[in-house]
Every structure is written in structure tokens, then in C-alpha cells.
């Protein structure tokens, strides 16, 4: 990635600009592929006893082994997707992947489950790489890891959400200081602890749910734009410029993100955190890149998503609307649907029925 000292005066004289090379070159975001890729299904259903189990590193009696769900690769920048149900039955989940018309796949996912304390944990994340796949790539490895690790986990899970995320950023920056690499990433996750949701957010990928046949957005983007966002980047020194969008500097079209230390003084990677409790309202959750969002409302997406039983098919169907509604980046998205039991046992018991 080719951040120049250009980048630099952008920042600190405010009202520079650097056109084209730097606006969109540095960032990757309008690449687009003419090649046609072939699109190649892999529909297998995995279930608990197809799954890979990972064991952490941290020997803990109290921590079940961690399981990564949803595994595999993009085939020849075909269509991926799998899907996983749990062994109670109360959720299933699915992920659909889709590299579309862009050069290289810079969307990566984790989906992992575990036990602690005897509650089910169970974690989603959608990540959106851009100027490169690495930091996308580290948050894979690392982000869920490190946040199983923090020892108020369980406690305080908001707080180990925020500071995990920051810690993976400074470690990821860390690990890229002596490369010339200077490329970020977007992070959306859901975290499941109990029956308590909790959804994190950095930069412009989205988590939204079904609640009661409703899209309700869990998380909100972080343009630059956005009244708080800006505000707080020009109280940092930076400055938001117009540059065929919204962009920090006049290089990054989002406010938020991991990586991008050129960029890092303004461009945090604190998330925004919501916390709802699952009631039998809830029906689905949707994660998805921008490359869906961008040309998918939440009404849309969550009015597709419940036209399929099955969340891999949920998945792929949105992953598909999005590419044929010209959707030109990568478009990646999980769907979690929530089994309920809403069957009245005083209708089904044989001893609380009276003859005539």
C-alpha cells in the first residue's frame, strides 16, 4: 500500500488535496474487475459433528473447547456458503461469500462457539479489508481469541469488547510496523453470551436484526460525515473533505477502522456497542460487508432473509440480491436464525384435555 508523505499534508494542512492516486489508489475501494469469474456453489450443511474443534491455547476448567463453525475457502472467486445448527436446535446459523467484480477478496468472516461458566458463548464477525486483505485477515485470527481471553469476559462483556478491539488494533499495527503496508479493516460482530446479544461495531460493515418482523439496525456506520464522527476527527486535527464521497483526510471513506496508521490519530478503532436481550421476538440477525448494505436497505435484507427456513439459504439469497442489484464489491454476510419454542404445553399435554 503506497501511503506518501502526500497523505501526510492532506492531514495537516487542511484543504490539500491529493487527487485520484491517493483518493482511491491507497484504499483499494472503486477496483473493479472486468473478468467474469465463474460463480460455483458449495452447499453442504455442516452440523456439530462436521466441525473442526480448536482448542484454545489457555488451559481453563471453566472454558469449553472453541469451535470454529463455518470454515472453507473462496473457491476460483465462486460463491461460498455453509451452514451450522446447534445440537439443541435453538439456532442455526449460515454465511454466504462472494468476491463479485472485484480483483481480489478482501472480506473475511469467524464464526466460533464455545461454553463458559456453563453458558453458551457464540460469536459472529464480519470483516472488510481495504487497501489489502491482511488486517482484515489478522481480525480472523485474532479479534474472537483475544476477547475470549480478557478476563471480564463474562462479567462485564461490554468492556471487554471495547478494550479487546483496541488491543487487537495496537497488536495488529504492532505486527505491521516494519512493512510498508499500511492497509485497515472493519469489524462487525455479534456475541452471544447467555441469552444477552451483544453487538460491536467499527467502520462501515452492519449487524441488523428481525425482531418481531422488523429490521432494527444494531449498529450504525461510521462515515465521516456522520455530525459526531466529524466532530471528533476535527477536534483530533484532522479534517473530512469531499473526494466522490465523505473521506477522513480526503483518503478514507469511513471514520473508524483498525489498521490505517497513517491515519490512526483520527481513524479509531473504539467500537460502538449495543446490548439487547433475545426474547421470543427475535427471529434473525443479519452481518454483512458494505458490499451488501450499499445497494441493500435493512427492510430488504431482513425481508429476504425470512423467505428462506434454512439461514444458508438466507445467505446466499442476499449475497445473490446484492450482486444482481450491482453491488460491485466483495459481498460477505452471516444470517443467525433463533429457534423459539412457542408451543403451549397446555395444548399438547393429552392430560389437559376434558371429554365433552
Known sequence: MLYSSCI??????????????????????????????????NRQIFTMSNVSMMVD???????????????GEDDDGGFVCRGWKSEDGELSCGYS???????????????????????????FGIFDGHGGSRAAEYLKEHL??????????IMDTKLALSESYQQTDVDFLD???????????????????????????????RTVISKGGKAIPLSEDHKPN??????????????????????????????RAFGNRMLKQFVVAEPEIQEQKIDEEFELLVLASDGLWDVVPNEDAVSIARTEEEPEAAARKLTEAAFTRGSADNITCIVVRFHHDKTDPSKTDPSNFQED
Not at 57 to 71: E, F, M, N
Not at 185 to 197: E, K, P, Q, R
Open 57 to 71: 491455547s489457555v488451559s481453563t476448567a471453566k472454558r469449553g473447547p472453541s469451535a470454529d463453525l463455518l470454515t
Open 175 to 205: 505486527s505491521e510496523k516494519d512493512t510498508y503496508r499500511d492497509d485497515g479493516s472493519t469489524a462487525s460482530t455479534a456475541v452471544l453470551v447467555g441469552d444477552h446479544l451483544y453487538v460491536a461495531n467499527v467502520g462501515d460493515s
Open 8 to 41: 501526510r499534508g492532506v492531514i495537516v494542512q487542511a484543504g490539500i488535496f491529493c487527487k485520484t492516486r491517493l483518493q482511491l489508489g491507497n484504499i483499494g475501494r472503486s477496483l473493479n474487475a472486468s473478468r467474469v469469474v465463474n460463480c460455483k456453489w
Open 97 to 123: 461469500s462472494f468476491r463479485g467484480k472485484r480483483v481480489t477478496m478482501e472480506d473475511f468472516f469467524d464464526v466460533k462457539n464455545t461454553t463458559i461458566d456453563g453458558q453458551r458463548v457464540c460469536m
Open 226 to 255: 456522520r455530525s459526531d464522527e466529524r466532530k471528533r476527527i476535527e477536534s483530533a486535527g484532522g479534517v473530512v473533505m469531499w473526494a466522490g464521497t465523505w473521506r477522513v483526510g480526503g483518503v478514507l471513506a469511513m471514520s
Open 144 to 153: 474472537f481469541e483475544n476477547l475470549l481471553k480478557h478476563p471480564q469476559f
